[in-house]
Structures are given as C-alpha cells and as structure tokens.
C-alpha cells in the first residue's frame, strides 16, 4: 500500500466520522415548548420604583433545550473538525 492510498483511506475514515457527528448533531431532540416559571422577583436597586422588577426564572424544558443545544454544538464543532482534517489529507494525498 502507498502512501498516498494510506492517506486517502485517512481522508475517506475523517469525512465519514464528520458526517456521523454531523447527522447525531441533526437527530439531538429539543422539547416543543419550554415555560419559563417565576422562582423569585426582586428590585432592581433603590433608585428604580419597586414596580420595575428582575425575574428570575428556570424550567427543566429550559433546561433541557440548553443542554441540547450545548450537545449540538460539540457535535457539530467536532464534525467540523474532523471534516477539515478529510479536506487537509486529501489536498496532501492528492499532492503526492
């Protein structure tokens, strides 16, 4: 085996492990709808009425879409990565 068919190969394993992360990214579930729930209200500062208040709030459908999005986003950083290695072994490969 030649050194430029090693490559290839290297190039061909890259591109198809980016689009595996690629299409795991595509398939993370979000939820449908995420209500935000009042924890606490508190005033901004003595200056500012009592009216005007900061809300503080959560859900776990809130919760669950940042993790899913956090979980996309490594998927896809990786996919990225390892579709840009394919793109370097090629252009060396296809060099020798």
Known sequence: MTFSALLHGA?????????????????????DKFPIHILSTTPFSAEIP?????????????????????????LNSRAAIFTAAAVVIQVIADAL
Do not use: H, M
């Open 11 to 31: 190039s061909a394993v890259s591109a198809l492990w980016g689009a595996y992360l690629w299409f795991k990214a595509s398939r993370v579930k979000t939820p």
């Open 50 to 74: 009592p009216t005007e208040i900061a809300v503080i709030g959560s859900s776990e459908e809130l919760d669950a879409i940042g993790r899913a999005l956090n979980k996309q986003s490594w």
